[in-house]
């Protein structure tokens, strides 16, 4: 599933100004911009893609509208409109292109917005997860998301007290959307291994001298994906070289870059934690 990184560049692609006869191949993921174009019609190919309205007045609210903005909140992607905001969640296999209107539909093509100047925006969704709504407001949908990591209106100390309210494990309370949003398993795993934190310490231990580090540390993997367009290893989402640049994510058995120790995995809240048992020790062995 694309993370914060990987949704960002995508909705830097996007938010360019529309500019259909560039080739520029060094513009994020070769996927053309589509702000400042008007929707002509639109086609719903799959129901369950559009988790709100209905079918019938997700296609009649669209057409007239102009795409003014392309940004992201947590995982989401959000397009402003003239009336409306426009989210989408791709989750496990969603995809966007923006290609020729004359392109042929595809087996896996959900949704299409059809643009005035000839062009098409397309959803794409192998398996069926990735969700559409169409709002007034974007609080209807991300209401409950938390704190944006790389906002600087968080602190540390914010986060610490959050982390005060629960015994959960640190690497299952960072992939909770409504303490954090954007997280994901791999810049959990690496932003954990960068502040020496062991996956399975319970939140409510961490000083806050731990979470300062931390928070340092789940913006530093976040801006380097962020330059590196995201990690390419998803079987749809492709364009960035952070996977290059793993220190522990899916780097099982291979040596630790700082210490040499083999890097291990577990499973923490049923996801795959990757993680060196030399660097991430015990808290309170652990110094910051």
């Not at 100047?117 to 169409?134: A, E, H, Q």
Request: proline share 6%; charged share 25%.
């Amino acid at each position: 599933m694309p993370e914060l990184p990987e949704v960002e560049t995508i909705a830097r692609s996007l938010g360019n100004p529309s500019n259909p006869e560039s080739t520029d191949s060094a513009s994020l993921n070769d996927r053309p911009g589509v702000v400042g174009r008007v929707i002509q019609s639109v086609e719903v190919h799959w129901l369950r893609s559009i988790a709100t309205p209905s079918k019938h007045d997700f296609e009649k609210s669209l057409p007239g509208q102009t795409i003014l903005a392309v940004g992201r909140r947590g995982k989401f992607l959000v397009f402003r409109l003239d009336d409306w905001f426009l989210l989408i969640h791709l989750r496990m296999s969603g995809d966007i292109r923006v290609e020729p209107g004359d392109t042929p539909i595809n087996k896996h093509d959900r949704v299409v917005l059809r643009f005035r100047d000839g062009w098409n925006m397309v959803f794409n969704d192998p398996r069926k997860f990735g969700r559409i709504w169409l709002v007034k407001s974007i609080e209807e949908v991300t209401g409950g998301l938390g704190a944006e990591p790389l906002d600087e209106t968080l602190t540390a100390n914010h986060l610490w007290r959050r982390f005060q309210s629960t015994s959960r494990k640190i690497k299952s309370v960072l992939l909770d959307q409504e303490v954090i949003a954007g997280l994901g398993n791999i810049y959990t795993d690496e932003a954990l291994f960068l502040s020496g934190i062991h996956p399975l310490t319970p939140a409510n231990e961490l000083t806050e001298l731990h979470t300062e580090s931390l928070l340092r540390s789940i913006r530093l993997v976040l801006k380097e994906g962020i330059a590196r367009n995201g990690a390419s290893i998803d079987w749809v989402y492709r364009g960035g070289d952070f996977q290059n640049h793993f220190n522990v994510y899916q780097q099982t058995g291979k040596p630790c870059p700082v210490c040499g120790t083999p890097i291990q995995r577990i499973v923490v809240g049923q996801r795959g934690t990757h993680f060196c048992p030399n660097c991430q020790v015990e808290l309170t062995k652990w110094q910051p």
